[in-house]
């Protein structure tokens, strides 16, 4: 099978997973398609030799095994199943359990700094940038952290000022320039979804064509 491989990437908040579920519902492939997010491979609070979650950088591109991330992709792209990790961001662990996915004619790859390592970036056939507003981010990310995450505004306030922002700056905004595509406003802005949509059905038919 040839596969299409796509990135997805934006700053914290910017609407990466609603561009994807949009972008799939015009595709019309959902069974054909596997979403890898770049956040199950999260390093394992032990991995931090005893440091406390306020003192870790989690919006470092090295607080993610992206090797794994790129092994599993490599397996994928050869018909071969793989067991992606579960990162539970509450107790900042991974669970013994996994996920299985299988292989698909599309794999998706989701994440902030997707783009930054370049053995990954390289696997990607079409990279999609989700360029929303710092704000509007901003206020996603505390709605998140505080419903899904159990955590406090102060500490979600703290976080951001202490390390999503500075990171953001040094890798997340510059490497929108590895973007094929950059879709402002998110999921919103439905005639560059519509327009990704476009040129996804003509790569893939481009790769079939070629297999």
């Known amino acids: 099978m040839d596969h299409l491989v796509i990135g997805i990437a934006g700053g914290t908040g910017s609407g990466k997973t609603t561009v994807t579920q949009k972008i799939l519902e015009r595709l019309r492939v959902h069974d054909n398609v596997v979403v890898i997010q770049h956040d199950s491979y999260y390093k394992d609070i032990t991995a931090y030799s005893g440091l406390t979650p306020d003192k870790i950088n989690f919006d470092h591109p090295d607080s993610l095994e992206t090797s794994l991330l790129v092994r599993d992709i490599k397996e994928l792209k050869r018909d071969v199943s ?3 990790p579960i990162y539970n961001f509450t107790t900042h662990s991974r669970l013994k359990d996994t996920r299985r996915l299988a292989s698909n004619d599309i ?3 989701e994440g902030i700094l997707i783009f930054v390592e370049k053995e990954l970036r390289d696997l990607m056939d079409i990279k ?3 360029d929303t507003d710092a704000d509007e981010r901003l206020l996603r990310r505390i709605r998140r952290d505080i419903l899904e995450r159990g955590r406090s505004i102060e500490s979600v306030m703290n976080q951001y000022v202490a390390t999503v922002k500075p990171m953001h700056l040094e890798f997340v905004e510059p490497s929108k320039h590895w973007a094929d595509i950059i879709v402002p406003r998110g999921g ?3 005639v560059a979804i519509d327009m990704v949509a476009v040129k996804i059905e003509t790569m893939l038919r481009n790769k079939h064509n070629l297999s």
Request: charged share 15%; net charge negative.
């Open 188 to 190: 919103d802005n439905l």
């Open 107 to 109: 794999i998706i790859i």
């Open 82 to 84: 793989v067991e992606q």
């Open 128 to 130: 999609i940038f989700v």
